[in-house]
C-alpha cells in the first residue's frame, strides 16, 4: 500500500474518538511552541558561606535538569539513599506561622562529579537505574562529595 491509500483511509481517525462514530470536538485552545530548554549550568546561584568562599549553588530543578529524571527520583533516590542528601539548605522561612525548610542544595561540582559517575557506567540515557547493579555507585558519590564538601567550606 502507499502512503496515499493509508491516508485515505485512515486519515480521518484523528477526528473520531476512539471506539465511537462521534467526532471530536475541535480544539479551541492555540498551538503552544516549544520553549528552549534552559540548561541546568544557567540556574546556579552565587552564595557566600561562612567561611568567605562564594560557590555557584544549585536547586533540586538543577540536578534533575541535568540527570534528565523527574524531581520525585531524585526523592526517592535520597530517601532510599542511593545519593547522598543535599548537603547545603537555604534558610528556612516562616510560611503562615510555620518554619518551612530550605530548599535543598547542590554545588556545581557535586552535580558535575555525579553526571560524570553516572556517565562512566552509561546510566544517563537508560530510562531506569537497576541501583543493585551499582551497589558501589552510591558509596563512590558519598565519599567524593564528602571530599568535594570539605574542600569548599574549608
Known amino acids: 500500500m502507499t502512503d496515499d491509500a493509508i491516508e485515505s483511509i485512515f486519515g480521518d481517525l484523528d477526528q ?28 546556579g546561584k552565587s552564595k557566600k ?4 568562599k562564594t560557590i555557584d549553588l544549585f536547586g533540586p530543578g538543577s540536578l534533575c535538569l541535568a540527570l534528565n529524571r523527574p524531581i520525585v527520583t ?17 534558610k528556612s522561612i516562616m510560611v503562615d506561622g510555620k518554619p518551612m525548610p530550605g530548599s535543598r542544595m547542590y554545588s ?27 551497589p558501589d555507585l552510591s558509596i563512590e558519590l558519598l565519599e567524593t562529595w564528602t ?7 574549608n
Do not use: C
Open 16 to 43: 473520531y474518538y476512539p471506539g465511537s462514530k462521534r467526532k471530536r470536538k475541535s480544539s479551541s485552545f492555540p498551538k503552544v511552541e516549544k520553549k528552549e530548554v534552559e540548561l541546568w549550568e544557567n540556574q
Open 49 to 52: 558561606l561562612p567561611n568567605g
Open 74 to 90: 531524585l526523592r526517592l533516590w535520597e530517601r532510599k539513599g542511593y545519593i547522598p542528601k543535599a548537603p547545603y539548605r537555604l
Open 108 to 134: 556545581r561540582a557535586m552535580i558535575e562529579s555525579l553526571l560524570k559517575s553516572f556517565q562512566s557506567r552509561g546510566l544517563l540515557e537508560t530510562p531506569r537505574i537497576d541501583w543493585n547493579r551499582h
Open 147 to 153: 571530599k568535594i564538601h570539605t574542600e569548599e567550606t
